[in-house]
């Protein structure tokens, strides 16, 4: 998988956003990080796939704390780990990331362009469907366990509303990688659900177009 391009793809098929115009109204650059990974799925190092070699940057990385992820998605990051002059967003994917079915990967870079709009401050609310936030609401109930940071910080009642409304549309476009949109949600979220707690069952799913 070329990932800076299937990102790009994502984000117009399913957002309908041009991410390389994104990339160049803010100026930015954008650095991919692989996580790397023991045996028992630990992260214990992180070095550069794509983007410029920037000379601290992973210095800074492991000084801030190796996120401990199987993707994940920074805007603005050099705010965040404090290199003032590094202007871009790092897209950090983990060795179990490279690893994964097709579907998986897909649904989780979905999952992080998801956050990157609502972080970018990007207009979203003409994706939203009716029913987004009340959905988007039952479906967080499912990710309760992970911990109150994550659902206060980045999953929030918006991302889940975004996150409902799009997965459709991920479905739509992918037919061959999810069955519908409960399977987009599912395959998303991964990470986020203990096994035990699917099929999400009480959701008032869209309805199917293939």
């Known amino acids: 998988m070329d ?7 994502i ?8 991410y390389d115009a994104y990339l160049q109204k803010g100026s930015r650059d954008l650095y991919g ?12 190092n992180c070095c550069r796939m794509f983007g410029l070699d920037h000379p601290i940057l992973m210095d800074a990385i492991k000084k801030k704390g ?15 780990i404090n290199i003032y002059d590094l202007n871009g967003d790092l897209l950090f994917v983990a060795d179990t990331f490279l690893k994964a079915e097709t579907r998986t ?14 972080e970018a401050g990007l207009e979203y609310k003409h994706l939203l469907v009716p029913n987004a936030y009340s959905q988007g609401k039952n479906i967080r109930k499912y990710t ?8 206060d910080r980045w999953h929030t009642d918006n991302w889940f509303a975004l ?30 659900v203990l096994p035990g707690d699917l099929p999400m069952n009480n959701i008032e799913w869209m309805r199917n177009n293939h």
């Open 11 to 18: 984000f117009l098929k399913v957002f309908n956003l041009d």
């Open 33 to 44: 990080i692989r996580l790397i990974e023991d045996e028992h799925c630990n992260v214990i």
């Open 105 to 118: 990967q897909y649904a989780l870079l979905f999952h992080e362009l998801c956050h990157l709009i609502i």
């Open 144 to 151: 309760q366990y992970i911990g109150s940071y994550e659902n």
């Open 66 to 80: 190796l996120i401990q992820s199987v993707c994940g998605y920074l805007t603005d990051a050099g705010k965040i």
């Open 3 to 9: 990932i800076k391009n299937t990102l790009s793809e």
């Open 163 to 192: 996150l409902f409304a799009t997965s459709m549309r991920l479905a739509s476009e992918y037919p061959v990688l999810f069955k519908n949109q409960q399977d987009a949600v599912e395959c998303s979220l991964i990470y986020d």
